[in-house]
């Protein structure tokens, strides 16, 4: 074998390498004042962005003057520093700004190294906790009888749903007239090659005693957050992969995709 052909697998090896290495995490919103960061001890950046450069400058302005950020899984207030970058000449580059915060410890810091991201906001949400449990027995038969009622829409979706794993979601104390949102898993999506495992999850949402289908998100939700300021919550859903999977998805005006968050 010629020293070139032995060598190829570890010159190929060398320019993987830095390149994996040095990925670092990505939020982007198309929600101006939404944000993904690392959780305080850690301190590493995260490069925010949005679909334009103006929700990027109102937040490097936010962060470098000293204003507060709001965590949305829990409404704590932190400190955000966002980094601007520039080019070779000193211009401002404005695809991304170099976001951290600091704030309230996890009270799981000295228990664990696992680390933790969080969505903060510019703002202080109207509903910093929401009331998750076990749906009720009776929002259960009324959904599924929703979905009996027509089966050439829903046929596909009824044997893969979850009944035991249902949970319901709504802003604790909330009026008797109030949406409920309701999260029932689905059929487990794996791709061992891609290192990839996410369970779907179908989400549905009950006012008095009709039930609506928003439709599929992609992994367990994490928690849910106010990004509304209604009795919508946000979903921050998680899909196991070879690294860092998470989306936001908001209900208000239909189930859409409004953020991402990943890296390595």
């Known amino acids: 074998m010629t020293l070139p052909r032995l060598l190829a697998p570890f010159l ?3 320019c993987t390498l830095p390149a994996f290495a040095g990925m670092e995490k990505e939020s982007h919103s198309t929600r101006s004042g939404l944000f993904f960061a690392m959780l305080t001890p850690d301190v590493e950046r995260v490069l925010a962005s949005f679909d334009s450069q103006v929700p990027l400058q109102q937040l490097a302005q936010h962060c470098n003057t000293g204003k507060a950020v709001f965590a949305l899984q829990a409404g704590a207030k932190y400190q955000c520093k966002a980094e601007v970058f520039k080019n070779a000449s000193g211009a401002e580059q404005w695809e991304s700004v170099g976001v951290t915060v600091q704030g309230p410890a996890r009270q799981s810091d000295r228990q ?6 969080g969505l903060f906001s510019l703002t202080p949400p109207a509903t910093p906790r929401w009331d998750v449990r076990k749906i009720e027995p009776e929002h ?15 046929g596909w979706l009824q044997p893969q749903l979850r009944w035991e794993s249902a949970l319901s979601v709504r802003p ?12 029932v898993p689905g059929k487990v999506v794996r791709d061992t090659n891609a290192f ?12 008095q005693d009709a039930y609506v289908y928003m439709g599929e998100v992609p992994g367990a939700p994490a928690s849910y957050v106010d990004i509304d300021g209604n009795d ?6 998680s899909e196991g992969c070879d690294g860092w999977c998470i989306s936001l998805w908001g209900l208000t005006g239909g189930l859409r995709q409004v953020g991402t968050f990943g890296g390595h």
């Open 12 to 14: 190929a090896l060398a």
């Open 112 to 117: 664990s190294d696992r680390r933790e991201y």
């Open 140 to 154: 259960r038969a009324g959904l599924q009888a929703y979905l009996q009622s027509d089966t050439r829409r829903f």
């Open 172 to 183: 604790p104390q909330a009026a008797a007239d109030a949406r409920t949102t309701l999260v």
């Open 196 to 207: 990839y495992e996410a369970q779907r999850h179908h989400v549905f949402v009950r006012k």
């Open 232 to 237: 919508l919550p946000g979903l921050v859903v």
